[in-house]
């Protein structure tokens, strides 16, 4: 023993070893905070609602390491609307009877939105069992994902790999990862709105190009060809001033109808942005008009003018057609028989306050 005591070197043991467990601990939570951002980066990354959900679905499974997923939508009536599962095979799903519909525990979660851990599904009294088909599952962890105040649906954990139970470290991670998630499904789903509101806009113009555009051609033709035949004659000057603001109403309609399908066909155009000098595609767009109008009759021709405009890094043809609809709707929506006044400049510089 050479006389050396061995109480302080199985100390030092005690302390190394309470030090490896420690660093161990610390290493696993940094290990689950770096999954945690991957998976908030991962699941933000698309705007199609049903891919979002899925990525959701996917993060939180790899996230505490369960076998089985599931993130179920809320629709009305308090059923579950849409049903995303991961982990199961084509195999298991096509043996399913069908998707659950919010009952038994699922409903549960619905009726009293808040976190639920268990060892065994089928231990809970509220367990109302699986459809037929469906492949045994036993731990659970079960989270609701919450949308503005409400709760848009819940993540749904089964079959915890290894064995073993959900813990509650593995309950927040999976909390986190749903507050996380409300913005991408936020932004998804306004993606999805505003896509349906552009088919339907699309829909629209597509309505307006084929019926209405024709049917008014043929009006503003049957319309001229009366104008030509009666003007110059006797007697018919009134009716050669209707058939002239006629003219000018169907310029109007026809303007407006120009404008919709602009819209409707810019909104996917593809950008290529070069130098366009403003001064000059403003004067030219404004020769135009005046053009136009000195070529009628009795047409009050409008009066542009154009201030020093810098040259911009933009598409041409959008700029064109922007400052073209600024100016023609000007021209078009002045009082009729006076000439429309129109000044394009940039704004004066406002003076600094004294520092």
């Not at 993130?71 to 399913?96: D, M, N, S, W």
């Not at 089964?158 to 990862?177: C, N, P, Q, S, Y």
């Not at 509101?197 to 113009?205: D, T, V």
């Amino acid at each position: 023993m050479n006389g050396r005591p061995l109480i302080p070197h199985m100390r030092l043991d005690d302390l190394l070893a309470e030090l490896q467990e420690h660093l161990e601990t610390v290493l696993a939570a940094r290990d689950r905070i770096h999954a945690l951002l991957e998976a908030v980066v991962s699941i933000g990354s698309d705007l199609d609602l049903e891919t979002v959900l899925r990525r959701i679905t996917e993060a939180a499974t790899a996230l505490v390491d369960a076998r089985y997923g599931a993130l179920g939508v809320i629709g009305e009536g308090g059923t579950l609307e849409r049903f995303i599962p991961v982990g199961l095979t084509e195999e298991e799903i096509a043996k399913i009877e069908h998707w659950p519909h919010g009952k038994g525990l699922l409903g549960l979660l619905i009726e009293d939105p808040r976190p639920l851990r268990l060892a065994d599904l089928a231990d809970h009294p509220a367990s109302y069992g699986f459809p037929e088909g469906h492949p045994p599952m036993h731990s659970f962890l079960g989270v609701p994902v919450r949308v503005r105040e409400e709760v848009f649906g819940n993540l749904y954990l089964t079959g915890k790999r290894g064995g073993g139970e959900f813990d509650e470290e593995e309950e927040t991670m999976v909390g986190a990862l749903a507050t996380a998630a409300v913005v991408a499904i936020e932004n998804a789903r306004l993606y999805e709105q505003t896509r349906r509101r552009e088919a339907e806009l699309e829909a629209f113009a597509d309505i307006v190009a084929h019926d209405l555009k024709s049917p008014l051609s043929a009006v503003r033709g049957f319309t001229e060809l009366a104008h030509e035949q009666l003007s110059g004659q006797p007697g018919h000057d009134r009716q050669v001033g209707r058939l002239e603001r006629a003219l000018a109403a169907t310029d109007r309609m026809k303007h407006l109808i120009d404008d919709l399908l602009a819209y409707s066909t810019a909104r996917d155009a593809v950008l290529r942005p070069v130098e366009v000098d403003l001064g000059a595609l403003v004067r030219g767009i404004a020769d135009e008009h005046v053009t136009a109008a000195s070529a009628g009759p009795d047409t009050p021709v409008p009066q542009v003018s154009v201030g020093p405009l810098p040259a911009v890094r933009a598409d041409p043809v959008l700029v064109h057609r922007l400052f073209a609809n600024l100016i023609g709707n000007a021209v078009t929506y002045t009082r009729p028989g006076q000439a429309a006044q129109i000044t394009v400049t940039l704004p004066a510089a406002r003076p600094r306050a004294p520092a």
